[in-house]
């Protein structure tokens, strides 16, 4: 079993591969995220993760949140004198351990991640505390960050020849990095990849504009005492308190990137306040603009002539602020690729087989597409499943497990039968990449079985010979959704991809006529385009959702109709027929493969449910689900310029009210009493009859496609 491991200033994350299968992410109490911190106990013994996360509450002066940022110190003193190698192994050991339940045996070879910019003092620390873990040192590789992350890029995109721009804009620091892949001077295991140049800045990243959001609030909501407590706090109150406040001014930092505004809780002040979007781009842009200083820097110092970047791709949390697009997109001219959990982008990079130099084995053939390694459990991007080791991969068709009735059999020869309800995927035409695209889901678990397969067969029969189910049938997200009749032509070459260039391109299309790229649409850049369910207690289907970022804002838009209104598709094979018919909404006509559509319950909305579910009591209501369909309808009301809702949402109505007091207590807003004490002051009533309203004037701007 090979372990990879990203040792992040702020997070911990890891992925495995068992027998040259897909990687798998290593979950630590169900989240692939470890907080890279550790608490040092009297006994010599160590509290890791979340585990340490607690306890600091109680013994604050034994908690080390941010081992990593201690790596020249040798020794940090937490009650006792600790070593370096000690904090950093503890996180390794509970890595090891991790993989080691999950995986079903012992560790055969490791990758450990490390910023490019790591001497070899820096480095043999690393090493001493994998040993610590109890792994060998002779099986354990160093792997520069940006390497095993422009490995995970190749794997997605293609291994061309590239030199790739990687941005790792962390919670703690900021690297950047070219990494050239081609025929170079490589050591073994790196798979013709090496670091031309890189740069960083140890004192920049989301903390920092989590101090600066905090800075704003303490200006702005006064009583100088009591932030006193807060910035230094004597009590065990104190610790609490300002320890949720800076979960709050985190949590309130990654809303703003879905919508406009948030509210802040301000505990032992008991006063909320009010951030924009515009505000946390105003305290975000200077620490931004360094980055983007650095990386232009870069650019310009390298000793080695550079080839026009290939990608420029975005690495740690932190990056996921639209604005980092945005501003690296206006200094660099290229469209940044953005992953949606660019979290685990290294961890799992850093045990692809360009990588660790291990071939790929795997099941026989037959059993999975040949030239195929996927699934890998990362969404988002241009590909949300099998990754293609060549644009020529092979595809595979697959069914997906029906939810009732006889177990099906799967037949042993001829070509593939479509499933009820679902349309089969068209032809590629000449000269393009087979999609990547057409598998179910990827985002199952190791426990999980992943679906069943069919080996690849003769091409399926074109979507305009499929049978098309003469009654509406509701297609669960997990099928895939099937390829329109008729494919959009790919850019020529060369040139940026559609929506994402400075200028727009003129190719025919396969039926004649030429499609243009509509004015005004230059600079603009579409991402995270989703495909969602929407349930009302008048229509259900399925419709898009996607980001549309340009200038210095991004806004969510949704499939609509020329009058503005929303479509809702009774399923994915009448959005299919639509996108072929009129293929001039850049939203529509997405490209299916570049659609997710794996989110599971993230992307299915039951707003019929949800009043249901408001109306039982608040001890049983679930934050997650409340607080997501919330967003939705934000978006909805914002995009649909729904003048009527504006006293529904807001500072002082009761669903935002209710929405404030779920997501500051997320994990556990209804066991917590403070929490139950607030939800038991809403006027419970008017909180059903507001949602009930709401969702009329959503169903009023909403209309079923055929």
């Keep these: 079993m090979e372990l990879g491991v990203d040792l992040g200033t702020s997070s911990t994350v890891a992925f495995l591969r068992r027998d040259g299968g897909p990687p798998e992410p290593v979950l630590f109490d169900g989240a692939p995220l470890l907080p890279s911190a550790v608490l040092a106990g009297d006994a010599g013994d160590f509290l890791v993760g979340r585990d340490a996360v607690y306890a600091a509450r109680a013994r604050p002066e034994r908690f080390e949140g941010n081992p990593k940022r201690r790596i020249d110190d040798g020794v940090v003193l937490l009650g006792a004198e600790v070593t370096v190698e000690a904090l950093l192994g503890a996180l390794l050991h509970r890595v090891v351990t991790e993989a080691r339940r999950i995986g079903g045996t012992g560790v055969t070879g490791a990758t450990i991640c490390h910023p490019a910019a790591w001497g070899p003092g820096r480095r043999a620390t690393l090493l001493r505390a994998a040993a610590t873990a109890g792994l060998d040192p002779a099986r354990v590789r160093l792997v520069p960050e940006p390497v095993a992350a422009a490995a995970f890029h190749l794997r997605r995109h293609g291994p061309a020849p590239a030199d790739l721009l990687v ?11 070219v990494v050239r892949h081609g025929p170079v001077s490589g050591g073994p295991g790196t798979g013709g990849m090496e670091v031309l140049c890189s740069a960083g800045l140890d004192e920049t990243g989301g903390q920092d504009v989590d101090a600066a959001i905090v800075d704003l609030l303490r200006r702005r909501s006064g009583a100088p005492e009591l932030w006193a407590r807060l910035d230094n706090p004597a009590t065990v109150a104190d610790r609490a308190a300002r320890r949720q406040l800076w979960d709050d001014v985190r949590n309130a930092k990654e809303m703003l990137s879905r919508t406009s505004s948030a509210l802040l809780y301000l505990p032992l002040l008991d006063t909320d306040q009010i951030l924009t979007r515009e505000e946390l781009d105003g305290l975000a842009a200077p620490l931004i603009q360094r980055t983007v200083a650095a990386v232009t820097a870069t650019l310009a110092e390298c000793p080695v002539p550079l080839r026009p970047l290939g990608a420029v791709i975005l690495v740690g949390g932190a990056s996921r602020m639209p604005l980092v697009a945005t501003m690296l997109h206006r200094a660099l001219g290229i469209a940044p690729t953005i992953i949606d959990q660019p979290e685990l982008v290294v961890a799992a990079g850093s045990i692809d087989p360009m990588v660790t130099g291990l071939p790929p084995a ?5 059993q999975r597409p040949i030239g195929w390694t996927g699934p890998v459990p990362i969404s988002g991007g241009d590909t949300s499943g099998a990754v293609p ?13 029906p939810t009732s009735g006889p177990p099906q059999p799967l037949p ?7 499933m009820p309800g679902q349309v089969q995927p068209g032809p590629v035409p000449p000269g393009q990449p087979q999609p990547p695209g057409w598998q179910q889901h990827t985002g199952w678990s190791h426990h999980q079985a992943p679906p069943q397969q069919l080996p690849p067969q003769q091409p399926p029969v074109p979507p305009q010979q499929a049978p098309v189910p003469s009654q509406r049938q509701w297609v669960p997200p997990q099928h895939q959704w099937p390829a329109p009749p008729v494919h959009l032509p790919q850019p020529p070459q060369g040139q940026p991809p559609a929506w994402q260039g400075e200028q ?7 039926d004649g006529p030429v499609w243009t790229a509509p004015p005004g649409s230059a600079g603009t850049v579409l991402v995270n385009v989703e495909l ?7 229509l259900q289907g399925v419709t898009l959702r996607g980001q549309l970022h340009g200038g210095d804002a991004f806004e969510h838009v949704f499939a609509a109709d020329p009058d503005g209104r929303l479509l809702l598709f009774p399923d994915t094979a009448a959005l299919a027929r639509h996108a072929a018919a009129d293929p001039s909404d850049r939203l529509i006509a997405t490209p299916p493969w570049q659609v997710r559509t794996d989110g599971g319950d993230e992307l299915h909305f039951d707003l019929e449910l949800l009043v249901e579910h408001l109306g039982g009591p608040p001890q049983r209501w679930l934050p997650s689900f409340v607080c997501r369909c919330r967003d939705l309808c934000a978006q909805l009301v914002v995009y649909l310029d729904l003048d009527d809702a504006e006293d529904l949402l807001g500072e002082h109505s009761t669903i935002d ?3 404030d007091i779920l997501r500051r207590h997320l994990a556990d807003a209804t066991a917590g009493r403070g929490a139950q004490r607030r939800l038991a002051r809403i006027d419970q009533a008017q909180l059903l009859e507001d949602w009930t309203d709401l969702i009329a004037l959503i169903e009023q701007s909403t209309v079923s496609a055929p």
Excluded: K
Excluded at 389 to 401: E, F, G, N, V, Y
Excluded at 532 to 538: D, F, M, Q, Y
């Design 167 to 177: 941005y790792d804009l962390g919670a703690g620091t900021f690297d950047v990095a």
């Design 362 to 366: 795997g099941p026989p053939a037959g």
């Design 389 to 401: 080791l060549s644009p020529q991969a092979p595809a595979a068709w697959q069914h997906p497990a």
């Design 412 to 418: 042993t020869s001829g070509p593939p039968q479509p």
């Design 504 to 510: 727009s391109w003129q190719v025919p299309r396969p």
């Design 532 to 538: 969602i369910e929407l349930v009302t207690p008048s």
């Design 657 to 659: 009210q209710v929405d």
